[in-house]
């Protein structure tokens, strides 16, 4: 079984450059979350999406970032303009199902450097 | 207020010894469940453990094992006859409420090496 896919796995870009990310769950898996991973921290749930809704995305600086799952598989998160303080992993995980005890599978991640 | 502590930034472990990472959550619902992740060097995160606010036993999963104690609000992962593979980061994890959402919440992760 093919796991959670991202690209790009490395990205530098200047600040108030724009950058996105993309990420392909599990096939099946109806939720699928984006977290940011700063150096050091652990992850913080930027969005979660059930099918191609929405269904938290509080922590989600909405004013430059943006996210979609247009067809309710895969996924696009999108930062514009980048800051210095986005440089950190992009991680992208989905579950078969929502639910507490839901396993959540992650991808590889993609690491931002904003210069 | 931080919903989930790891305050063990880092711990040592001799090989085929056994060790217990420390988590404390906050929460005021009673449906909640908690997870145990390791982060290689690699990055990916490994799935370990789950175990659900109304479990009424201990999880446990091969060498890991989850001593959930629900008054005290923690969760401490056990891991038997440590591996050298074993060395990495590891994150207690939360999800709240028992709906779609369900909020996730990491703590900031202890770093486990284990000498040979």
């Known amino acids: 079984e093919a796991g959670v896919a991202q690209s790009p796995r490395y990205k530098i870009i200047e600040k108030r450059q724009s950058v996105a990310f993309w990420c392909n769950p599990i096939?099946?898996?109806?939720?699928l979350y984006w977290y940011q991973q700063i150096l050091g921290q652990g992850p913080k749930l930027l969005i979660q999406?059930?099918?191609?809704?929405?269904?938290?995305d509080s922590q989600l600086p909405k004013d430059r970032f943006s996210a979609e799952r247009l067809k309710g598989v895969d996924s696009t998160l999108k930062i514009q303009p980048a800051k210095l303080e986005d440089s950190a992993v992009y991680l992208c995980?989905?579950?078969?199902?929502?639910?507490?005890?839901?396993?959540?599978?992650f991808g590889q991640g993609t690491r931002l450097t904003v210069v | 207020a931080q919903k989930i502590t790891q305050t063990q930034p880092g711990m040592f472990v001799q090989e085929k010894e056994a060790v217990t990472l420390d988590c404390t959550y906050d929460?005021?619902?009673?449906?909640?469940?908690l997870f145990w992740y390791k982060q290689p060097s690699s990055g990916e995160m490994i799935f370990l453990i789950y175990?659900?606010?109304?479990?009424?036993q201990n999880a446990t999963e091969g060498r890991y094992s989850l001593n959930f104690q629900k008054a005290r609000k923690s969760a401490n992962l056990v891991i038997s006859a440590s591996q050298l593979g074993d060395s990495a980061m590891y994150f207690c994890?939360?999800?709240?409420?028992?709906?779609?959402?369900?909020?996730?919440?990491f703590g900031d992760g202890t770093t486990l090496t284990v000498k040979p």
């Open positions: 995980a989905s579950s078969l199902e929502p639910g507490l005890a839901a396993e959540a599978f």
């Open positions: 096939s099946g898996h109806a939720t």
């Open positions: 999406f059930q099918n191609n809704g929405v269904v938290d």
């Open positions: 929460t005021s619902d009673p449906s909640y469940g």
């Open positions: 175990q659900g606010s109304y479990d009424q």
């Open positions: 994890a939360m999800r709240e409420g028992n709906t779609n959402a369900g909020k996730s919440t």
